[in-house]
């Protein structure tokens, strides 16, 4: 096991054979994991060896892309409430951890590895739950001596990105409406459904009432009613049907963005609060 932290965020990465996967292809994997692997996933990302911002990487040298070259290793996202489908940051720590290791016990496939030396970047191919994500680390030397550049960022591409609804009413029923809600009067709001590795709800501070920017309010109020929004949308399946994977077909968080039209530069700022509410601010 080994830890990675990028800024705030950290990453648990779970060597191979810690669990004991079965199933043909990543998906039944993941599901054989929630069903027989769980306590252990529990003792890793919960307190006192977790917490409630843990995420977790669980390497699995053998899939389904792998065997058909398409992918050098596969991964299994986790967190405190559960698993996930993909995740950036742990993708990121692992370009890093798997560049670095050069003990084939881990990474069979290491010595695989595609090296730009005009670039100096390796690729490696991660299959995550949602497919397979191409990866470029920065990278010093080549062969048994290479090593990451930490000096120099990690990219990534991800899968097919693609937008399922548009517009989206939501109604709020009274007993949820949050404080900034009911003082702007409103009974509902509208938000827009996308997929990017996962399906996620995008909501404006405005359209939730709160007027004066997210920076400016609680982030239990923003938890409170990204949380309600969430529950009321889980229903409905139709927003959340993927072109080929039926476990995938699930929301699995809501991201309130802003513009900060004050900026020199208008900007979008994205406060993600996924399960266990966790803020994420990314400016793009």
């Excluded at 191409?134 to 080549?142: A, I, Y």
Aim: hydrophobic share 40%.
């Amino acid at each position: 096991m080994s830890d990675f932290r990028l800024h705030w965020k950290p990453t648990r990465i779970v060597l191979p054979g810690s669990f004991q996967l079965k199933g043909d292809t990543l998906l039944e994997k993941r599901a054989y994991a929630k069903e027989y692997c769980d306590h252990l996933r529990k003792r890793l990302m919960r307190e006192p060896r977790g917490h409630a911002e843990m995420y977790g990487a669980i390497l699995v040298q053998d899939t389904e892309e792998t065997a058909a070259g398409c992918a050098d290793i596969g991964v299994l996202f986790c967190h405190n409430e559960g698993y996930s489908t993909m995740c950036g940051h742990a993708t990121i720590a692992l370009g890093r951890f798997l560049i670095d290791a050069h003990d084939l016990s881990i990474f069979p496939r290491r010595e695989q590895l595609k090296y730009d030396a005009e670039r100096e970047e390796t690729l490696l191919r991660l299959h995550a739950p949602c497919g397979v994500v191409q990866v470029r680390v920065p990278t010093l030397g080549s062969g048994q001596d290479a090593r990451s550049d930490g000096t120099r960022r990690v990219s990534f591409k991800s899968v097919a990105s693609f937008v399922s609804a548009i517009d989206v009413k939501v109604d709020i029923p009274e007993s949820l409406r949050w404080t900034e809600l009911k003082k702007a009067g409103r009974s509902f709001v509208t938000v827009d459904v996308s997929f990017g590795g996962a399906y996620y709800a995008i909501v404006s501070a405005e359209e939730l009432g709160f007027e004066r920017g997210i920076r400016a309010y609680p982030l239990s109020e923003l938890s409170q009613a990204t949380a309600v929004v969430k529950s009321l949308l889980r229903a409905r399946k139709a927003l959340f049907e993927h072109p080929s994977e039926e476990d995938l077909e699930y929301l699995y968080g809501v991201i309130i963005v802003e513009k900060l039209a004050q900026r020199k530069e208008l900007e979008a700022a994205e406060d993600e609060l996924a399960d266990g509410f966790l803020p994420t601010t990314t400016p793009s």
